[in-house]
Structure formats: structure tokens, C-alpha cells
């Protein structure tokens, strides 16, 4: 997922999950090797995958981004799109996971410097005592993500067009702000594609549990602070709510 070359480190336990960021955790090399991944199972490529994205989309839309970050974001962005699905679907198609690979490192090195945003809070929420879910890192995080990119949307309508459009879907004739919605659309899409989850309803939320659910994002304050959107309570709750009903407000 591109850990290998970010500065960071999480730790879970039963109960909670941390993260510790340090700059003694640059590597002074990291060897991607594609052939790692081919007996990867279906499952934990979509997992992983899906969480690589993440990280690239987090990074491009951070209040910490740069040329940098965002040139190599988006080049992830483009890498998942054209690969996740087939590296998912065919475990013995190398090309697919070579793209993929280069799409994690690519990631990793966007986030490692740029951070992630409310998309990782929202995914780290989930594993407070209140809520006792114990989902994989990158599932947890992606069952949120098509509703953090319509709450985040209205922050940089420009960047979530591109996203959209990276993502694969048409804008063409649609007003700026329509096409930056339909970011999380295609991400909806994606996750569809790779038989995951599309609301928070399916995997066992219930609907009491959203309010604890939502203050849990703010134990997660670096991520809080980089996300370009404010993040409120209120705003939570409503985005756990969308989550819960897995409706966007594009009404799909």
C-alpha cells in the first residue's frame, strides 16, 4: 500500500488503533517487487488496492499538498484505475499488479509527505471499544470513502473533477461542480466492481451507533487538521448517516 516508504506506523489493538509518524522511518531504500503479489489472495488485493487509492486521493485533496505530491497522486490515481480491477479479478495477471505496485509506491510517497485526510479518521473510527468492529485497514476505510469525497467535493471542486475523471467517469457537458460529485460515484462504482461493501448498513452498523461512531473521527486530529473541508461533528454524523443508507446525493 505504499507503507513501505511513508513515515508512519500503526498500531492496533483490541481495542484502539495508533499511528505514529516519524522521520526515522524513511527507508533509504525500499525494493517493490511485483512478484510478491501473485499469490496475494482476491480478497487482500482488493483490500490493499483499494487502500492504496485512498491514499492518493487523500493526499492530492490534503491541506499539506504540493506539485509534488499532487503529480505523483495523480499518476497513482490513473495507476489504480486502469489496474485494480484486473489485478482483483485475474491473480496471474502481472501487468496488473506491476501497475499496481508502481501505484502503492507512488501513493506511498504522495501520503508520506502530504498525510491523509478524514478518509483514514473515518476508517480508524470503527475500531473504538464502542463500536467493537475489527475490519482489515483498507476495507474499513473505503466502505466511508465515496462519502468523504462528497463531503470533501465543495472544498476543491477542480480536484475532485479530476478525480472523477482519472476514476473513469464522464463529465463531459456536466458544470464543474456536477463533475467533482461525481467523484464519489466512481468511486462507488469501483467498489462495486470489486465486491465491497457500499454502505456501512451491510457490514453491521447499526444506526445508534453512528453519533460514537463520528466523535471517534476527532481522535484522530492530524488527519482532522489536514482535511481541506472543515470537519464538524454535525458534518460527521450527517456523513455516517449517508454511509448507513449508502445514498449519495447524486441519488445513486
Known sequence: ???????????????????????????????VDRELTRTVPARTTANTGID??????EAYVSLKANPIT????LEAIQLVAENLRAAYAYEDNMEA?????????????????????????????????????H???????????????EYNAIS????????????????SGLSLREAAFRSAL???K??????????????GVTRDMIPSIAKNVFKSPAHVARNPRKVTEEGMVRLFEKAYEGKLECGT
Do not use: W
Not at 476508517?123 to 468492529?133: D, L, R
Not at 469501483?190 to 457490514?203: F, G, H, Y
Open 1 to 31: 500500500t505504499g507503507s513501505e516508504v511513508s513515515n508512519a506506523a500503526v498500531f492496533a489493538t483490541p481495542e484502539v488503533k495508533y499511528v505514529l509518524y516519524s522521520s526515522l522511518m524513511y527507508p533509504d531504500i525500499a525494493l
Open 70 to 73: 499532487d503529480a505523483l497522486a
Open 52 to 57: 492504496a487509492l485512498c491514499h492518493a486521493i
Open 97 to 133: 499488479r506491476s501497475g499496481m505496485s508502481l501505484a502503492s509506491l507512488m501513493a506511498g510517497l504522495a501520503f508520506g509527505n502530504a498525510g491523509t485526510v478524514i478518509g483514514h479518521a473515518c476508517g480508524y473510527a470503527y475500531v473504538y471499544p464502542a463500536t467493537k468492529f
Open 156 to 171: 476543491n471542486l477542480q480536484k475532485h473533477a479530476t478525480i472523477a475523471e482519472l476514476l473513469g467517469e464522464p463529465t
Open 135 to 149: 475490519f482489515p485497514h483498507g476495507y474499513s476505510i473505503a466502505i466511508t470513502m465515496p462519502y468523504v469525497l
Open 190 to 203: 469501483l467498489l462495486i466492481d470489486l465486491n465491497m461493501p457500499t454502505s456501512i448498513k451491510e457490514v
Open 186 to 188: 466512481a468511486f462507488k
